[in-house]
């Protein structure tokens, strides 16, 4: 069993995973590399295959982030399997992390995060529930690296 790192010091790389990587996963990827140094790799993967979000780029857009061209990916398709730390974002992407690194020396935190695609309503009622997401993985990214080494921006 591992002996997991001590929240002040900033893991060399992290791994956030949900369920098909194109709502929690990359936005939680792309937050964490606005406030962690650019030497701490940071990556995200799927259980399952998925299909890139229109919703997750409009609500990125608003804080002036994009994915660029990046597709969802699965765990299968990350050329490097070894993270310091890998964040499970959703119940399915959690029993799987766990599953893979039984005999690894590597530590899994779960963040469960709600899946906004199952709202439904108004184009706005959708967005709000994108944007819950996004907010609470800003607060959850600044709160777990804040005084490790992170940069200083806004969402801190």
């Known amino acids: 069993m591992s002996v997991p790192l001590p929240r002040s010091i900033l ?38 295959g998925g299909e890139r979000d229109p919703f997750v780029d409009a609500v990125l857009a608003e804080d002036g982030l994009s994915l660029g061209d990046r597709h969802p990916r699965t765990l299968d398709d990350l050329e490097d399997d070894y993270f310091d730390l890998i964040i499970t974002l959703s119940p399915e992407a959690h029993h799987t992390a766990l599953e893979l690194t039984r005999s690894l020396a590597v530590d899994v935190e779960y963040w469960p995060m709600p899946d906004p695609t199952g709202v439904g309503g108004t ?16 607060a959850r990214i600044g709160r777990r690296f804040s005084g490790a080494g992170s940069r200083e921006t806004g969402l801190i």
């Open 123 to 138: 184009r706005e009622q959708i967005m709000a529930a994108y944007r819950e997401v996004r907010e609470r993985l800003k």
């Open 11 to 48: 893991p060399r790389s992290i791994l956030f995973v949900c369920a098909m990587n194109a709502v929690r996963s990359p936005m939680a990827e792309l937050l964490a590399r606005q406030v962690l140094p650019a030497t701490t790799f940071v990556a995200s993967a799927g259980v399952r």
